[in-house]
């Protein structure tokens, strides 16, 4: 459930805090005011697109956060664990935009992408606009409505995924059919590429080792004379190092029995000689094994210039050229495949066959949560006036089938402009169009699985007894999960469990948008407004305390 919403610089709005109550809400105030603006704010956090635009005049950014008890969400609960972020019965979800068009955003004070915001937002959320109906009139949002409220998105991911695997598959075939000369080629041209690498018995590693023991070769004269000289000075020649440092040891030890200040200078010339000892040991085992080697240097010079002679004719550095024989290797298997016309065939056959099955089963699942979807919206039309009207929804065949399945999904009505079933697009008015969206989003609300719902003035266009039926509807959805409907409609409000008013005000910094939660004279009054117009009279306020009781 939505707990809490905290707005800094949004649009209108300069600092807002909200706390959300559970049931159905209200959210109203004058044309103008801003009552969209929470919606857009909670849809921002919740990972819409956004531009700098929202940025309050004047500011340098926009922050937005918001709480939601997850606690008998245990999907969330789970997303969370998979994505290692902090999880408690609290899911906190913050968003800021700066004047430079940088956005952020945290999950639980973790940074997260705005893809993640989206992804979690799924199961909390659930907003419906004001203009979704004219979403209503295209055929793949039509198709993704009855999919998502039959619980058929993963159904239809798979039929898609298997359509890819057989247009990868005929795309391959029809390339081996068509291009046999140019594979030809390629395979000559990848079996030089192989041969050539495959040669120089090639790693990365024995590149390095190759390089590092040309360095040693190159420079043998130069290192012999640099430990010969190194001998000298430390241990062979007169005034060696280490006879002076044994002299100087072996003092300062004697002179330690009478001054024990010394006792420490003393171990430290000692720890010195030990180290010098070693060092000279070293030196001379390496002095015992150094020689010119002119027939190995030349040997190794010959692999380097190989190695660098073989990159330069593949374009690569001689680090890539491993990879590059993988990548040749790899290539060549898949021509091998390619040459099989009758293995390509059976590929062709068998991707078909899994994509038929897929969309198949898609289908009959289509089918039945179309008929039923078809009754439940004829249902709800008939108390939103469009009395006789029936909703139907048609599964079109599509030939040869698609990445979406075997039909198209086209919904119709019936009984409005004549008794044939048309199109949604062909028959309904604007009016019309409004009420039979309503009917929808009401139905598919009810099998959401989302604890909120937010709709979003979707009851323009309609008044009278039908704006008291959509209060209805909204607060029969309000028992059972949360509901906030910002609305104009008087009829609807009432039926709310709790109102908030929406007023624009000026102040010091401008323009700006406030919310005022409303008491019971607080809601009288602004239902009485919402009847009335600019003058309230005692018979608009009796006949909102009469909507309010009744609702």
Same mark, same amino acid.
């Given at each position: 459930m939505l707990l809490r919403l905290s707005i800094r610089d949004f649009v209108l709005?300069?600092?807002?805090?909200?706390?959300?109550?559970?049931?159905?809400?209200?959210? =109203?105030?004058?044309?103008?005011?801003? @009552?969209?603006?929470?919606?857009?704010?909670?849809?921002?956090?919740?990972?819409?697109?956004?531009? =700098?635009?929202?940025?309050?005049?004047?500011?340098?950014?926009?922050?937005?956060?918001?709480?939601f008890s997850v606690a008998a969400s245990p999907s969330v609960l789970e997303w969370l664990r998979e994505n290692a972020m902090d999880h408690d019965d609290a899911l906190i979800l913050r968003r800021t935009l700066d004047a430079g068009?940088?956005?952020?955003?945290? &999950?639980?004070?973790?940074?997260? #992408?705005?893809?993640?915001?989206?992804? !979690?937002?799924?199961?909390?959320?659930?907003?419906?606009?004001?203009?979704?109906?004219?979403?209503?009139?295209?055929?793949? *949002?039509?198709? *993704?409505?009855?999919?998502?409220?039959?619980?058929?998105?993963?159904?239809?991911?798979?039929?898609?995924s298997a359509w890819r695997n057989w247009r990868e598959a005929r795309n391959t075939l029809e390339a081996a059919a068509g291009g046999a000369e140019a594979v030809a080629r390629e395979r000559e041209e990848l079996e030089w590429q192989a041969s050539e690498i495959e040669g120089l018995a090639f790693s990365r590693e024995g590149w390095e080792?190759?390089?590092?023991?040309?360095?040693?070769?190159?420079? +043998?004269?130069?290192? &012999?004379?640099?430990?010969?000289?190194?001998?000298?000075?430390?241990?062979?020649?007169?005034?060696?190092?280490?006879?002076?440092?044994?002299?100087?040891?072996?003092?300062?030890? $004697?002179? *330690?029995?009478?001054? /024990?200040?010394?006792?420490?200078?003393?171990?430290?010339?000692?720890?010195?000689?030990?180290?010098?000892?070693? +060092?000279?040991?070293?030196?001379?085992?390496? *002095?015992?094994?150094?020689?010119?080697?002119?027939?190995?240097?030349?040997?190794?010079?010959?692999? &380097?210039? $190989?190695?660098?002679?073989?990159?330069? @004719?593949?374009?690569?550095? /001689?680090?890539?050229?491993?990879?590059?024989?993988a990548s040749a290797r790899q290539r060549l298997a898949e021509l091998g495949e390619t040459a099989d016309m009758a293995a390509l065939e059976k590929r062709v056959a068998t991707a078909q066959e899994a994509y038929r099955a897929e969309a198949t089963k898609l289908s009959a699942a289509r089918s039945k949560a179309a008929k039923a979807?078809? %009754?439940?919206?004829?249902?709800?039309?008939?108390?939103?006036?469009?009395?006789?009207?029936?909703?139907?929804?048609?599964?079109? /065949?599509?030939?040869?089938? +698609?990445?979406?399945?075997?039909?198209?999904?086209?919904?119709? &009505?019936?009984?409005?402009?004549?008794?044939?079933?048309?199109?949604?697009? @062909?028959?309904?008015?604007?009016? %019309?169009?409004?009420?039979?969206?309503?009917?929808?989003?009401?139905? #598919?609300?009810?099998?959401?699985?989302?604890? =909120?719902?937010?709709?979003?003035? !979707?009851?323009?266009g309609i008044g009278g007894g039908v704006a008291e039926v959509v209060g209805r509807l909204l607060a029969d959805l309000g028992r059972d999960r949360q509901v906030l409907c910002v609305t104009h409609l008087p009829q609807v409000a009432a039926r709310a469990s709790w109102q908030w008013q929406v007023a624009k005000g000026r102040g010091d910094s401008g323009v700006t948008s406030h919310v005022v939660s409303l008491d019971e004279h607080g809601r009288v009054e602004e239902i009485a407004r919402m009847l009335g117009g600019v003058e309230i009279t005692a018979i608009t306020r009796q006949h909102a305390r009469e909507m309010l009781a009744a609702g």
């Open positions: 709005v300069d600092r807002l805090e909200l706390e959300f109550s559970s049931g159905f809400g209200a959210l =109203t105030g004058e044309t103008g005011a801003g @009552k969209s603006i929470l919606v857009d704010a909670l849809a921002f956090v919740l990972g819409e697109r956004a531009d =700098t635009g929202l940025i309050r005049s004047g500011c340098d950014r926009t922050e937005v956060s918001v709480e068009g940088l956005s952020r955003a945290w &999950i639980n004070g973790s940074a997260s #992408t705005v893809v993640q915001l989206r992804e !979690v937002a799924e199961w909390l959320v659930d907003i419906h606009g004001q203009h979704e109906h004219q979403s209503l009139l295209r055929s793949d *949002a039509q198709r *993704a409505l009855l999919d998502g409220h039959a619980g058929l998105a993963a159904a239809a991911a798979e039929v898609a080792a190759l390089n590092q023991e040309h360095r040693r070769l190159a420079h +043998a004269a130069g290192l &012999i004379e640099g430990v010969q000289f190194s001998l000298g000075v430390l241990a062979e020649g007169d005034g060696a190092c280490e006879s002076q440092v044994d002299a100087v040891a072996s003092r300062l030890d $004697s002179l *330690a029995d009478y001054d /024990p200040a010394l006792s420490e200078v003393a171990q430290l010339v000692q720890s010195a000689q030990t180290e010098l000892a070693e +060092a000279v040991s070293a030196l001379r085992r390496y *002095a015992d094994r150094a020689e010119l080697e002119p027939g190995r240097l030349a040997a190794v010079e010959q692999q &380097i210039e $190989s190695v660098l002679g073989c990159a330069r @004719k593949m374009r690569v550095a /001689p680090e890539a050229l491993p990879a590059l024989l979807l078809s %009754e439940e919206v004829s249902r709800g039309m008939q108390q939103l006036a469009l009395a006789g009207g029936r909703f139907e929804v048609a599964l079109l /065949p599509v030939e040869g089938g +698609a990445a979406y399945g075997l039909e198209q999904v086209e919904f119709r &009505i019936a009984g409005l402009a004549g008794g044939e079933a048309r199109s949604l697009a @062909k028959v309904a008015s604007g009016g %019309e169009l409004s009420r039979i969206s309503l009917a929808i989003q009401v139905v #598919t609300s009810r099998s959401a699985s989302v604890p =909120t719902l937010i709709f979003d003035e !979707v009851d323009v």
